[in-house]
């Protein structure tokens, strides 16, 4: 690594020296370039799953209204055959 790309900072503790690289310049670009892609990406999948389970709960909801309404038919012919 060059010291072009880079920023390093050197903290003591406790007698032991530490080493901070940084990103600048051009690798924080396309780090941050990466990100975005990487955010947009993520919110695409995110929205394609929200998608299918709201999908997935209106079929559930109306294959119980069916079975509600094949219930109240039923309850009509006993009524009226009775």
């Known amino acids: 690594m060059s010291i072009d790309s ?19 310049g051009a690798d924080s670009a396309s780090s941050t370039t990466g990100l975005i892609s990487s955010l947009a990406t993520d919110i695409g999948e995110l929205m394609r799953s929200e998608l299918q389970l709201a999908r997935a709960e209106i079929s559930e909801s109306i294959d119980s209204a069916k079975a509600g309404l094949i219930s109240m038919c039923m309850g009509a012919a006993v009524l009226l055959a009775g």
């Open 6 to 24: 880079t920023v390093e900072q050197e903290s003591h503790t406790k007698g032991h020296a530490a080493r901070i690289s940084t990103p600048t």
